[in-house]
């Protein structure tokens, strides 16, 4: 409840609101005007006023009788607040308000003011607030004509006659302010004839904004006659925040006009946030129109309207394609298992009481809340949307209040020796932790499914198959889970209970993936050059947050701008890009659009065209490599790229604690060959961590090996404990004396226990040197270790029956390398018949595929 001081405050400002013209200067209150108005004691009023003066909030007057009046500071907070009201004027619109305001103020005769955007996006709302904003500003009087003409309701020769014909609107509304939408549906000829009248009559004294539909020939007619253009962002463009924000706003909108509320569920939510709206907000809100119709015709008098899919119109769950892609995004902005609301000026939101239904039974109740409507491919794209939500939200449901004794009087011994095995085997073999949730979880889950014995399948194959695609590796180890469950247990259980397992055990490492990142992409002119890059980027490492733009040198520049601001709105994930590119305008467009979406944009030049160039013109000139290279690197070396260094990189190591990595560094570079070494120095305990750094700049150049503190035992990068430094000259002599040479056949010993040495020695090692001798030409150290690596691990594979990966270049392998295939095949025999496997095609396909792409990289 508000205080009398926040009354009279209020009452001030309002009034203040409606009053004040061009004419009239603020108004000026006395205490017994406002002691009528608000009904109270004018002591009582004087002392509350003159509090309001103390905190500058308003003035007063000298002499009798006293006035009181705003203050400047808050007329010009109460001018900036006109826009409040719109959504997203403090995102999305921020700079559409700011340029509109920098063209009202700009002193000239007729403030002119050309909006850019697609049909739908709120330019009739926008100009209704600019209309309150400049009466406000006293650049027009209240009581000012606003003029509003939509292009789209009226045919060519109407629009003549409202233009400049007998209904001339500019002329009717001279002092005022004056939209014309949708210009686009307009002939050049009459946008000329319109564009002559206004700057031949001299009398003519009002705001003009015109709209146009993105039509690039017509905007290139009207930008010369217009001073300010300002853009307004589609839909599409704007965050789902905002969109939810519309979506509150139309319901509310329809829940006061029928004095009834509304509700709908989260599934529908979901799809009225993503469905592609061509006409944007106008589009939305005959959508939610249309929908509230349907429902109302059906719903009983005095009860909640309550909105199905099959209710809105049918592109409307098109959005269940899209909730996937934007998971993420939507759990920002809706709650869990929620119902929706609206009830005039507010939006409820009830939670939905969770039955004690497993899994399954609550995933069904999903699929039936869509409604007969949507066909089964939709239904399926928002169930796999939702799933690993769904069944986190399932695992505290039936862990919640459980404990290890609990668990012993719920489930067998036998079940949970099993679980408390096959975690314990998922621990080693996904170098994962997992929590006492999952472990619960998995017994109370399998002791239900085993109670139920039911081959029910109720997720669809095609879910199944996704899910398979995703995590393939803790598939095949969930059902080999389940078929000793199955024989143990003497029961039969759905295809479902695999996919089940496998997203429990990935649980974690989705919580993981859901982490938004900066994005690194790479713009590069030419036919799939960055394309190229990307694929490389990921062979070599497996990471996700790297994307690709290629820059076709035929396309239209407009086009091009549009496609990869469109590409830079799609792949952010919210905490920026960073954008390697070659050349030319990609910096000018770069900076643009994260002027124009507020993307942070950062960037770097990598102008390998540029200097492709520049070293074949010089050798056109005649120079000697020497000169050319002299040129190259002093003509360049000062741009913003990186060179990266060839040089072999060593590592500096201690804990974060020790910090004692700079001093090491500094000990190695008084070694008599430290510039032969690029040093780098890292106070790193956590071995991930340390593991991703070595990743980055294994990319960059060969890590030599570690001098630290501590041994981060990590494989193949040679570790030297820094109290050798005063035993040695050089780092060369460091790494040479140490005796930490990595011996691949005992590390591949003590992994698997199928090998023993003797084994490998005889018939792995022949193996990879028979293959060096098939490709006529050594392996370096990396290719040996890596292909030993590989057989080892698909020789482990095969004997523990597990299928071997399918490779997808087969027949063109095949085909490209017929003579080496067949080669292969037979230097293969004797390990077959060692570890009694057989190697596959595709297992051959495979060997050969890492063999030459190591080729290529050297």
């Known amino acids: 409840m508000k205080t009398n001081k926040e009354k009279v405050f209020d009452f001030i400002v309002e009034y203040s609101k409606r009053f004040k013209t061009i ?20 002591s009582n009023l004087s002392s509350i006023l003159n509090q309001l003066v103390d905190e500058r909030k308003i003035e007063k007057t000298k002499g009798r009788p006293v006035l009181y009046y705003l203050s400047t500071d808050q007329e010009v907070q109460i001018e900036n607040q006109v826009f409040d009201s719109l959504i997203g004027q403090d995102l999305s619109l921020k700079d559409t308000i700011q340029f509109t305001k920098s063209a009202i103020a700009y002193p000239m005769r007729i403030p002119r003011i050309l909006f850019t955007g697609q049909k739908g996006i709120g330019v009739r709302t926008l100009a209704e607030k600019i209309y309150e904003y400049v009466c406000l500003q006293r650049i027009l009087k209240k009581d000012s004509n606003f003029k509003i003409v939509d292009c789209l309701d009226y045919n060519e020769k109407q629009i003549s006659e409202k233009l400049i014909g007998k209904e001339n609107i500019f002329l ?15 002939s050049k000829d009459l946008i000329s004839n319109v564009i002559r009248m206004l700057k031949n009559n001299s009398d003519f004294d009002f705001i003009l904004i015109i709209h146009l539909n993105e039509d690039l020939d017509k905007l290139d007619y009207l930008r010369d006659y217009f001073n300010f253009m300002v853009h307004i962002p589609s839909l599409d463009n704007r965050n789902l925040s905002e969109r939810f924000q519309f979506i509150e706003k139309f319901f509310q909108n329809e829940s006061n006009n029928l004095n009834r509320s509304i509700e709908i569920n989260d599934g529908l939510m979901q799809c009225l946030l993503l469905y592609p709206c061509k006409d944007n907000l106008i589009e939305l809100r005959n959508n939610i129109q249309f929908g509230v119709a349907n429902a109302l015709s059906k719903s009983k008098k005095n009860t909640n309207i309550v909105i199905e899919l099959g209710d809105l119109p049918p592109n409307v769950r098109k959005g269940l394609l899209y909730i996937k892609k934007h998971i993420n995004d939507l759990t920002n902005v809706l709650e869990k298992d929620t119902t929706y609301v609206f009830n005039h000026n507010r939006t409820l939101r009830k939670k939905i009481k969770s039955e004690n239904l497993d899994i399954y039974a609550q995933l069904e109740q999903k699929y039936k809340a869509l409604g007969k409507m949507a066909n089964e491919k939709e239904k399926d794209a928002y169930l796999i949307a939702n799933i690993e939500e769904q069944i986190d939200d399932y695992l505290k449901q039936i862990t919640h209040d459980i404990d290890k004794d609990k668990i012993k009087k719920i489930c067998s011994t036998k079940l949970i020796n099993s679980v408390e095995k096959f975690l314990n085997s998922a621990s080693v073999r996904f170098n994962q932790v997992y929590s006492n949730k999952i472990y619960y979880a998995i017994c109370l889950h399998l002791n239900n499914a085993i109670v139920r014995n039911s081959s029910k399948q109720r997720i669809s194959n095609e879910n199944i198959m996704e899910i398979i695609d995703k995590y393939d590796e803790q598939y095949v180890f969930s059902r080999k889970f389940l078929k000793s469950i199955e024989k143990e247990f003497n029961v039969t259980l759905s295809m479902d209970e695999s996919a089940f397992i496998t997203l429990v055990l990935t649980l974690q490492e989705n919580e993981k993936l859901k982490k938004r990142n900066v994005v690194t992409l790479i713009v590069m002119h030419g036919s799939k050059t960055a394309q190229s890059i990307v694929e490389v980027v990921k062979l070599l490492m497996p990471v996700k947050n790297i994307e690709a733009f290629d820059l076709s040198l035929e396309d239209d520049p407009k086009e091009s701008y549009e496609q990869l601001k469109n590409k830079i709105i799609e792949i952010n994930q919210g905490r920026g890009i960073l954008a390697l590119y070659d050349m030319g305008s990609i910096q000018v467009m770069l900076d643009s659009i994260m002027e124009e979406t507020k993307i942070n944009i950062r960037s770097i030049e990598v102008p390998i065209p540029l200097l492709a160039m520049s070293a074949c013109k010089q050798a056109e000139e005649g120079k000697n490599v020497d000169d050319i290279y002299d040129h190259l690197v002093s003509e360049y070396s000062d741009k913003s790229y990186s060179r990266m260094s060839n040089k072999d990189v060593i590592i500096a190591l201690s804990s974060a604690n020790e910090n004692n990595s700079e001093s090491i560094k500094r000990y190695l570079q008084t070694l008599e060959d430290y510039r ?28 030599i090996g570690i001098v630290g503190t501590y041994n981060p035992d990590i494989f193949n ?14 780092i060369h002599e460091l790494f040479a004396e140490s005796d930490d040479d990595f011996d691949i056949i005992e590390y591949l010993t003590e992994q698997f226990e199928i090998f023993n040495y003797d084994d490998l020695q005889n018939s792995l090692l022949p193996f990879v040197k028979k293959l060096e001798e098939i490709f006529e030409e050594p392996f370096t150290e990396d290719t040996r270790l890596g292909m030993l690596i590989h057989m080892g691990c698909l020789i482990d594979r095969l004997t523990k029956k597990q299928a071997s990966a399918v490779n997808f270049n087969l027949d063109s392998i095949r085909t490209k390398y017929h003579d080496e295939f067949t080669m292969v095949s037979e230097a293969s025999k004797k390990l077959e018949s060692t570890f009694n496997v057989t190697f596959s095609d595709s297992d051959k396909a495979t060997i050969i595929e890492i063999i030459i792409n190591n080729k290529r990289r050297n």
Do not use: A, C, W
Not at 717 to 730: R, S
């Open 676 to 703: 032969d070494y690029q040093i780098l120095s890292f106070n790193i305990s956590d071995k991930h961590s340390l593991i991703n750094r070595i990743n980055e700049i294994k990319l960059k150049g060969k890590v």
């Open 717 to 730: 990068i040679k570790f030297v404990d820094y109290q050798h430094l005063p035993k040695v000259y050089t």
């Open 23 to 42: 004419n009239d200067e603020t108004p000026k209150l006395d205490t017994q005007f406002l002691s009528e108005k608000l009904e109270m004691r004018r």
């Open 172 to 186: 009717e509304n001279n002092h005022g302010l004056i939209l014309i939408k949708n210009v686009n549906v307009v």
